[in-house]
């Protein structure tokens, strides 16, 4: 199960299995940040990434065991106005 979130911001594999946060009543899947150009600094922070089911989490744990993502870098365009 891809996630554009997880695609987007994240690098590699989960960190640990996945928890369950008693405060919001989600289920947390953490991965390592993915570096970008907008990121001042060359450290990476963790990023927790929420769900809402047991079953939504373990399909995302299970994916990206599997098939780890690298990070996407996008451009942004301008396009001027016409």
């Not at 953490?30 to 927790?48: A, C, G, K, L, V």
Request: proline share 6%.
């Amino acid at each position: 199960m891809k996630n554009n979130y997880i695609e987007a911001t994240c690098i590699g594999r989960p960190l640990d299995l996945p928890t369950w946060d008693e405060a919001t009543e989600l289920w947390e899947l953490f991965f390592e940040e993915s570096s970008t150009d907008y990121h001042p600094y060359n450290t990476r922070d963790i990023i927790s990434v929420s769900f809402e089911s047991a079953q939504e989490v373990t399909d995302a744990y299970n994916y990206y065991n599997q098939n780890p993502t690298k990070g996407v870098n996008y451009e942004e365009t301008i396009e001027p106005n016409s």
